[in-house]
């Protein structure tokens, strides 16, 4: 079965420092993989999502990227963060058919 | 992006009432799915509603993806104290997802 894992669980970090968040999903191969941001317990934006290695497609303008160095792994950084920055992020993926699971995510709180 | 408007914002319930919410689009999604929150941990995906008209249960659940396929609704039968949380409607169209901004669901024992 498939599983997806994202690791911090939680981090607090100050103003203007860089950001590493990890996603990566066992048991499927070639997943469409997804960054969300979650405000308040509301409303997923999506960030990034990715159809391939490599391939990365940007919703939102802002200070963070991302990237997929290998085919079950996706990254969420910044170079340095904003007090906006501040939220849960999410992770999915979603394999051939339509349906996208979501992993346990990451609290990010910028002080 | 895609706007999905979905109501209500909040319910208060008494344990066993039914509930039923709703999501409306101005665009025409090819999918429907509809998930669950808990504070503090990612959504989880309850049902998919795959073509228009579809009408689909999973236990106390029913969902069905409107004929216009613009908008879907949920239904929970005789709410349990564990039904509460946040759910979120969101709708499908290529590789992408956009999502309702969410029902937050309080049922009282």
């Known amino acids: 079965s498939q599983t997806i894992h994202q690791w911090p669980a939680t981090l607090v970090q100050p103003v203007g420092s860089p950001l590493s968040l990890e996603c990566t999903v066992e048991?499927?191969?070639?997943?469409?993989l997804y960054w969300y941001r979650q405000a308040a317990g509301r409303g997923l934006q999506l960030l990034f999502y990715?159809?391939?290695?490599?391939?990365i497609s940007s919703e939102v303008p802002q200070n963070l990227s991302a990237s997929r160095p290998q085919d079950r792994q996706f990254i969420l950084s910044s170079k340095k963060l904003l007090l906006s920055d501040s939220g849960f992020y999410l992770c999915?993926?979603?394999?051939?058919?339509?349906?996208?699971?979501f992993g346990p995510g990451t609290r990010l709180t910028v002080t | 992006g895609q706007q999905l408007n979905q109501s209500p914002q909040s319910m208060f319930i008494q344990e066993g009432e039914d509930v039923s919410m709703n999501c409306t689009s101005s665009?025409?999604?090819?999918?429907w799915l509809w998930y669950k929150q808990d504070p503090g941990e990612g959504p989880v995906l309850l049902i998919a509603?795959?073509?228009?008209?579809e009408l689909t249960s999973n236990g106390r659940l029913t969902a069905q993806f409107g004929i216009t396929r613009k908008d879907s609704f949920l239904n929970i039968s005789a709410s349990i104290p564990s039904d509460v949380g946040i759910y979120f409607c969101?709708?499908?169209?290529?590789?992408?997802?956009?999502f309702g901004t969410g029902t937050s669901l309080t049922v009282i024992p």
């Open positions: 999915a993926w979603r394999e051939t058919g339509v349906e996208q699971y």
């Open positions: 048991g499927t191969s070639n997943p469409n």
């Open positions: 990715s159809v391939g290695i490599g391939q």
């Open positions: 665009s025409i999604f090819n999918t």
């Open positions: 509603l795959y073509k228009a008209g």
């Open positions: 969101a709708g499908q169209l290529g590789n992408q997802f956009y």
